[in-house]
């Protein structure tokens, strides 16, 4: 009986965890790439663009501000552009 709540646990946790993925990447805060190993077998790598997250205090409340990494290919368009 506790071998089917472990693996119902699991579950749970890797649905929970695909979500989670699914939002961070509509709000541009992962990137994903495709990884293959020797064998063939393929796997989906996850990398933070998340450089930093600054909270202050203000008079008003809080104040949150993000800062992304820029990928390479979006800080070369921008440098191609400006040219």
Known sequence: MSDDRDVAAIATLLADECTRLDEFGEHDLIVERLQLDA?????????????????????????????????????????????
């Open 39 to 83: 064998d063939g077998h393929h796997y989906k790598v996850y990398s933070a663009t998340l450089d930093r997250v600054a909270i202050s205090l203000t008079d008003e409340g809080f104040d949150c501000r993000l800062t992304r990494r820029e990928r390479m290919a979006d800080r070369f368009t921008q440098f191609v552009e400006e040219m």
